[in-house]
């Protein structure tokens, strides 16, 4: 059966293609270590709190939000427009960077606020346009399109940088990366199926999801194995999401990086990243997801304890190669074992409640580093600190039954 909606799909995957700018230039590798080192200054570790503050407070919200922006997008009829909104929000507070100069932390951080949500609260009605646009047989190969091309987005946006920040023009960096977001979400705005007339309102659209993100959470409380895995999973993909927040500033601040090593580290973290998820791909099925979850577990147990003890670059590159193997096995094994506890027909809402729980998952870790960090005027006790995420949901997810193998034999 032929792809339907080709110009649509398209345009969903360049949607991603344009965002992943955003994750990869101001979430991951050159802004937090503007952000902390030079904005706020990080001699006592004072630029990582509020760095880490700024983060989850953004989730924080975003997670509080989505079942009411869930529900909108749903039974509204104005999905396209408030991702435009959304993503309005995000590409102007970046473009905006360029006006903070240092000394300027309250005006910053709510600027960095305001763009993680706009970022992270678009991917609700981002999301939700993709059983619409792709036949169900497709929408598993339309997805991953998605991060394909993203991961295509976030290599192109940073070789843009890296001459940029090697001459130290930063204000251009920002600059670039709203007008890299903004011009390549266009075709979203043109081609994704227009807002339907007719919907809820809002208030009625936004109640009506809260009432539906509750009855799916009670299903899911009633289900004690579930229950114990997606605790374990909050514990250990908090650990995960800290690593991802403050590795570029560790490296920078501890390790002395340059912004085009970091860039250098960010792209090799991407390439092993991508070959965990492919390594790790059979054995999944043939090991079972609960056994590579805690092999992985340990892997990122590793590398906070490695990264305590780097003194050198070179070390930190090997850390990093870890890291990134460790995360593709991660992710992939992870979905797989929440696959196994979703009934048949109840995907959508299932996978809502392990989106929600993914994102509570970027709270409380970059809180504790931060806090750790600015306490002991060192980054390594905070990073020492992460590996204790990994031990508990390991320790958690021992106790889970489930996760067997899918197959018997190669």
């Known amino acids: 059966m032929p792809l339907k909606n080709r110009k649509q799909v398209i345009s969903w995957c360049l949607f991603d293609f344009a965002n992943s700018s955003y994750s990869a230039v101001i979430s991951a590798v050159i802004f937090p270590v503007y952000f902390a080192n030079y904005l706020i200054g990080n001699e006592s570790g004072l630029g990582d709190l509020w760095w880490g503050r700024a983060v989850s407070l953004s989730m924080a919200i975003v997670v509080l939000s989505s079942p009411l922006l869930g529900g909108i997008a749903d039974f509204s009829g104005i999905r396209k427009r408030l991702l435009f909104i959304y993503t309005m929000l995000c590409v102007l507070a970046v473009a905006s960077f360029s006006f903070i100069q240092k000394g300027m932390a309250v005006e910053v951080f709510l600027l960095v606020v305001l763009a993680n949500i706009g970022m992270e609260g678009g991917f609700v009605f981002y999301n939700s346009f993709l059983p619409e646009i792709?036949?169900?047989?497709?929408?598993?190969?339309?997805?991953?399109?998605?991060?394909?091309?993203?991961?295509?987005?976030?290599?192109?946006?940073?070789?843009?940088?890296?001459?940029?920040?090697?001459?130290?023009?930063?204000?251009?960096?920002?600059?670039?990366?709203?007008?890299?977001?903004?011009?390549?979400?266009?075709?979203?705005?043109?081609?994704?199926?227009?807002?339907?007339?007719?919907?809820?309102?809002?208030?009625?659209?936004?109640?009506?999801?809260?009432?539906?993100?509750?009855?799916?959470?009670?299903?899911?409380?009633?289900?004690?194995?579930?229950?114990?895995?997606?605790?374990?999973?909050?514990?250990?993909?908090?650990?995960?999401?800290?690593?991802?927040?403050?590795?570029?500033?560790?490296?920078a601040t501890t390790l002395g990086f340059n912004a085009q090593e970091l860039i250098i580290l960010y792209l090799l973290v991407q390439v092993t990243a991508l070959a965990g998820a492919f390594i790790m791909a059979k054995p999944i099925d043939l090991w079972g997801p609960k056994k590579v979850v805690s092999i992985s577990l340990i892997m990122w147990t590793l590398v906070s304890i490695l990264a305590y003890f780097a003194q050198i670059k070179s070390q930190f590159f090997v850390i990093a190669v870890i890291a990134g193997l460790g995360l593709g096995a991660v992710q992939a094994a992870s979905r797989a074992f929440f696959t196994q506890f979703v009934p048949l027909e109840h995907e959508s809402e299932y996978f809502g409640v392990y989106s929600m729980v993914g994102k509570t998952s970027a709270i409380f870790g970059p809180l504790v580093f931060g806090a750790i960090s600015s306490s002991f005027g060192s980054q390594r006790p905070a990073i020492l600190a992460v590996a204790l995420f990994f031990l508990l949901g390991l320790l958690i997810l021992h106790f889970v039954k489930g996760g067997e193998p899918n197959i018997t034999d190669i």
């Open 134 to 251: 792709a036949e169900k047989e497709y929408q598993g190969r339309v997805s991953a399109w998605g991060f394909g091309i993203g991961y295509a987005g976030s290599i192109l946006s940073l070789l843009i940088a890296l001459p940029l920040v090697s001459k130290g023009h930063f204000n251009l960096t920002w600059l670039m990366v709203a007008a890299f977001f903004a011009v390549f979400s266009i075709p979203a705005f043109l081609f994704l199926p227009r807002d339907t007339r007719g919907g809820l309102s809002i208030i009625h659209s936004a109640s009506k999801g809260i009432q539906y993100t509750w009855g799916t959470f009670k299903k899911v409380w009633t289900q004690k194995e579930l229950r114990k895995f997606l605790l374990s999973y909050l514990i250990y993909e908090d650990g995960v999401n800290t690593v991802i927040v403050f590795s570029s500033i560790f490296a």
